[in-house]
């Protein structure tokens, strides 16, 4: 291990907080980068290709993120493993035995998500090569999502930064040339793909050497811990996929081509929030796993991502309030201004989910069976309320900003149950 890698993994010793808002200014202005990069590709693809056509590329990007939220699944279960007790070997074995089989799974995963490419396609109303497209983001999104938790683990957040900013710049770039070659929705998918291809390639590169002298050595965690660490992650996942995701795919089977497009620039404007903002929750996770024992820590942690959300958050909805029509024209054009009465809500919704999300990380951290409640029930409120309310893109905006109203005040308190119950905890074992 060269002299570098060493004063980064040493500075574990510094003191917790001061750590963690090292990592939190990091990280965050690595991926508010990322965020930037991400509305200008959404940008420069909605103004080459228009509503209709856009509509398509939204709903095959959508399912590629819906795998890359598979993947997070992954990312955080091996940042638990490898938070709980800074385990190099741990992390080394990982990287050695698991990316592999997670390319493998992928692999799988993908043909038999072809199975389905013909219902999936008419469900949304595009041809199935779309569907197989997407599916081939499976392979590298899973084995990327082993790199990820390694070097959140290891709360090497720099280092993932540069990572996922490296792999956003290759991604417009290729968009950038397959516009001008002429390939339309098929150049911007692909496009997609060479950053989840990158993020995987590169985190394998850079782990691969800050790891070569560590031997290997798997987890020394029971096996009920093993399959609680992966099963709330993945109640995590199901939610981000329900909550992050579906309103799209809603908005391609219920409204028209032109609709469904002029809707999901709209979610792209209300996630502008959520690109400034995600990146917190992935930075404080590892740090409420490695100190949950101290509640009062562990609540300043949470505090602190709660109100720099708030405050990133309240920033852009004031700016979407103040001008919604001129950041909708400058964003995408003359040809999507429709959507400026509702982007200021859009963003309030986004601003109120990215709140409850870090909320669900404090309960994924305390390994509460809650995240499951959560996922699962409110996942099917809101699929359930936009299959009633769904007669335009006025209707799917107020479901959303009820929805994510809801789930904030009931997070916010089942946290607070929690902290008492911790904190009640500790007091009782010190006395």
């Known amino acids: 291990m060269n002299s570098a890698q060493g004063t980064t993994w040493s500075r574990l010793n510094t003191t917790p907080m001061g750590h963690f808002l090292e990592n939190a200014a990091n990280y965050w202005g690595a991926m508010l980068i990322v965020g930037i990069l991400n509305l200008s590709f959404s940008v420069i693809a909605a103004r080459h290709l228009g509503p209709t056509r856009y509509g398509v590329l939204a709903?095959?990007?959508t399912m590629i993120n819906v795998f890359l939220i598979a993947a997070t699944a992954l990312t955080r279960t091996v940042t638990a493993h490898v938070a709980t007790s800074d385990d190099r070997p741990a992390a080394a074995w990982f990287l050695r035995r698991s990316t592999a089989r997670a390319a493998f799974a992928g692999a799988v995963a993908m043909a038999a998500f072809g199975l389905a490419a013909t219902p999936v396609a008419n469900l949304l109303r595009i041809s199935?090569?779309?569907?197989?497209?997407?599916?081939a983001s499976l392979?590298?999104?899973l084995a990327g999502g082993v790199t990820t938790g390694i070097l959140q683990g290891m709360?090497?957040?720099l280092t993932s930064g540069v990572v996922n900013l490296s792999a956003s710049v290759l991604k417009l770039l290729t968009l950038i040339l397959l516009l001008d070659a002429g390939l339309g929705v098929v150049g911007a998918s692909v496009a997609t793909l060479v950053e989840?291809?990158?993020i995987s390639i590169v985190g394998i590169a850079v782990l691969g050497r800050i790891l070569a002298a560590v031997p290997a050595r798997q987890p020394a965690h029971p096996i009920a811990e093993r399959q609680r660490l992966a099963s709330l992650p993945t109640a995590l996942t199901v939610a981000r996929l329900v909550f992050f995701n579906l309103d799209i795919l809603v908005a391609r089977h219920f409204l028209g081509p032109e609709a469904?497009?002029?809707?999901?620039?709209?979610?792209?404007?209300?996630?502008i929030i959520a690109y400034g903002t995600g990146a917190l929750p992935q930075v404080v996770y590892p740090y409420l796993v490695r100190y949950r024992k101290d509640p009062a820590l562990t609540a300043r942690y949470l505090v602190f991502c709660l109100l720099a959300t708030l405050l990133i958050g309240g920033g852009a909805?004031?700016?979407l309030t103040i001008a919604p029509a001129g950041v909708v024209g400058l964003l995408f054009g003359s040809s999507f201004r429709a959507i400026s009465p509702y982007v200021a809500w859009y963003g309030l919704a986004f601003l109120l989910y990215s709140l409850a999300y870090v909320i669900l990380h404090y309960l994924l951290a305390l390994e509460?069976?809650?995240?499951?409640?959560?996922a699962v029930a409110g996942g099917i409120a809101e699929v359930a309320a936009m299959a009633v309310f769904h007669h335009g893109i006025g209707d799917l905006t107020a479901v959303e900003v009820v929805f994510f109203a809801c789930l904030f005040l009931l997070t916010s308190l089942q946290a607070a149950l929690a902290f008492r119950r911790e904190r009640n905890m500790v007091t009782a074992m010190r006395a």
Do not use: D
């Open 128 to 135: 199935p090569a779309w569907i197989w497209l997407a599916g």
């Open 368 to 374: 509460s069976w809650w995240v499951w409640v959560y």
């Open 139 to 141: 392979i590298p999104a």
């Open 196 to 198: 989840v291809t990158v």
């Open 317 to 319: 909805i004031a700016v």
């Open 59 to 61: 709903a095959v990007v």
């Open 155 to 157: 709360r090497l957040f």
């Open 260 to 271: 469904a497009g002029l809707f999901a620039a709209l979610a792209v404007t209300g996630r």
